[in-house]
């Protein structure tokens, strides 16, 4: 329980050192906290909650807090603009999102706003780095529900839908592809045992958690395994490269041009 499981970096807080480190202990307790928040706000079993963070720690929390009540969890490239969440936040009948109040210059609170008379089944705009009403530490971290354990929660079954992940859209409007715990976990099983995983193993997540190779090939089996998982939230090839070897880096998982940039 004491083990390392998040290290995550922020550039805008600076690379030397990561902003906040959690161990599987401290991620078990934000799990439950967050799961009877999201809970408190109404989100249940089969309501869609859009994760359209960059790769903090709040996107972990929220996405395992969402498997443990039954919620499905969408993640969501922060590249996106107004015209793709207008199709996949209405297509899925999303019920909340998590955004970041802003990054990389973009305004996502103001750009969510202005979608949201378009997107009547969206009632929770949930904000991280806000100190307003919506804001992520108020509304799920310290919103004073009462914690949902494991043996409280109340996940789908393993064939069900439980994550869904849209494709790129490139030939065509996006496409929701729905993944289960079955189809998460036999990834990262195939991947743990191919690639001779130990539970010493020190992932390196720098492609994004909207994206299903952070998501599944990073995120869901350095947890799956036990291991730890390191992950900035900008891609600066020569702050990773220090992360990496501060951090004891074993295994990184992204395209080809994060190699070329390494």
Same mark, same amino acid.
């Given at each position: ?95 909340? %999102? +998590?955004?970041?109040?802003?990054? !990389?210059?973009? $305004?996502?609170?103001? #750009?969510?706003? *202005?979608?949201? =008379? ?8 949930? %904000? +991280?780095?806000?100190?307003?009403? !919506?804001?992520? $530490?108020?509304?799920? #971290?310290?919103? *004073?529900?009462? =914690? ?115």
């Amino acid at each position: 329980a004491d083990k390392k499981a998040l290290v995550s970096y922020r550039m805008d807080k600076g690379f030397d050192a990561p902003t906040r480190v959690m161990t599987y202990r401290e991620l078990s307790e934000a799990v439950s906290q967050a799961a009877g928040s999201f809970r408190k706000l109404g989100i249940g079993k089969g309501d869609v909650v859009g994760l359209m963070l960059p790769n903090w720690w709040e996107f972990v929390v929220s996405a395992y807090a969402l498997a443990r009540i039954g919620a499905v969890a969408n993640p969501l490239m922060h590249i996106f603009r107004e015209r793709e969440l207008r199709f996949m936040l209405g297509f899925a009948d999303t019920m909340a %999102i +998590v955004i970041p109040k802003t990054f !990389r210059g973009h $305004d996502f609170e103001a #750009m969510l706003d *202005g979608l949201k =008379p378009e997107l009547p089944k969206l009632e929770h705009i949930i %904000i +991280v780095d806000s100190d307003g009403e !919506r804001s992520f $530490d108020r509304l799920i #971290m310290n919103s *004073g529900a009462a =914690p949902v354990s494991a043996v409280l929660g109340t996940p789908v079954k393993p064939d069900e839908m439980a994550v869904l992940m849209y494709t790129s859209g490139t030939t065509g409007e996006p496409k929701g592809v729905m993944h289960s715990f079955n189809t998460l976990v036999a990834c990262a099983k195939a991947l743990g045992a191919r690639l001779g995983h130990g539970p010493d193993v020190v992932h390196f997540g720098s492609t994004p958690f909207g994206h299903m190779t952070g998501y599944a090939a990073v995120l869901v089996q350095a947890l799956y395994h036990g291991n730890t998982v390191v992950f900035p939230d900008v891609w600066e090839p020569k702050a990773g490269v220090g992360i990496m070897a501060r951090e004891g880096t074993t295994h990184m998982a992204a395209a080809t041009p994060f190699l070329a940039d390494v």
